[in-house]
């Protein structure tokens, strides 16, 4: 089945306390990104890669990293987290970045941070 | 301020009723979507409009965007308990390359 496959699906964890939330797709596509979703604001970018080691900033990057070394997997780094950054997170991959491709999103990771 | 402003923010109607959701910008789009999400999932496509002026129908789901390409709206006709959910509209701005901005979502109750 072709899908997007997020681990945790849910975490609670304190202040500075490193976690990497992993994201998989095995629909061979080449443009991957990571999303928030805050009540009221709808989903925000927060990281996107175009292909296997390209990566670029979206609206909310500060406090993430991102790696893509293998095509089907992009991990979202929180080095230190804080508790602004309690939130609902998406992975989504798309066939290429080109503009009006479909958005295929994983299930979400529910993350509280103490 | 949100690139993309979609209203209303919620919506609760009984069933068979119609509904328009509306998506505005000032901005010029190359491309708008129009995605659905239910508790728990992540969001869905429903339909991608390119065309100014261009108008899509999914069976009782109506969408249609602007003539300038920087609005859209989606309108539901006899709606039904299973519409109900989280509608979202995003876009691909014309001039930030392939970052796929959000609209802040309608949620939709469908009571029976």
């Known amino acids: 089945e072709a899908q997007v496959t997020q681990n945790p699906r849910y975490l609670i964890t304190v202040t500075g306390k490193k976690l990497t939330v992993t994201c998989s797709q095995n629909m061979n596509h080449e443009y991957m990104s990571w999303y928030r979703q805050d009540p009221g604001l709808g989903l925000r970018q927060i990281y996107y890669?175009?292909?296997?080691?390209?990566?670029d900033k979206g609206d909310v990057p500060e406090g993430y990293k991102v790696s893509r070394k293998e095509k089907r997997n992009f991990p979202l780094i929180l080095e230190s987290p804080s508790p602004n950054q309690t939130s609902l997170y998406f992975c989504a991959s798309s066939p290429s970045g080109t503009w009006g491709n479909e958005q295929f999103f994983g299930p979400g990771t529910r993350l509280t941070v103490l | 301020t949100q690139l993309l402003e979609q209203s209303p923010q919620f919506l609760s109607i009984q069933e068979g009723e119609n509904l328009t959701v509306y998506c505005n910008s000032s901005?010029?789009?190359?491309?708008l979507q129009w995605y659905r999400q239910e508790p728990g999932e992540g969001p869905v496509l429903l339909v991608t409009?390119?065309?100014?002026?261009e108008v899509k129908k999914l069976k009782r789901l109506t969408f249609q965007f602007g003539d300038a390409r920087k609005d859209s709206s989606l309108h539901i006709t006899a709606a039904q308990p299973g519409d109900t959910g989280l509608y979202l509209c995003a876009a691909y701005p014309e001039d930030a390359g392939n970052m796929l901005t959000f609209g802040g979502g309608t949620r939709l109750m469908v009571k029976p």
């Open positions: 409009v390119v065309t100014g002026g």
């Open positions: 890669s175009m292909n296997v080691e390209v990566t």
């Open positions: 901005s010029v789009f190359s491309s």
